[in-house]
């Protein structure tokens, strides 16, 4: 039979630090991705759909 090299008391789990780390990176890729969203729609209400697909089409255009 094969002996763990350590015990599962020995093993360090995930360190705290990291941790808060990947929270506060996951916590502030949402506060990007509201204002993103709220930034948009606020542009779209102030100058309409108009600007919008003609933003797209013109990145299209240039794109092909």
Not at 28 to 49: E, H, P
């Amino acid at each position: 039979m094969i002996q763990p090299v350590s015990s599962p008391q020995q093993m360090p789990s995930t360190l705290p630090g990291a941790r808060r780390g990947a929270q506060a990176a996951g916590l502030a890729a949402g506060i990007v991705a509201v204002g993103l969203v709220a930034g948009a729609v606020v542009l779209w209400a102030r100058y309409g759909t108009a600007v919008f697909f003609e933003t797209i089409v013109s990145g299209l255009e240039a794109c092909f």
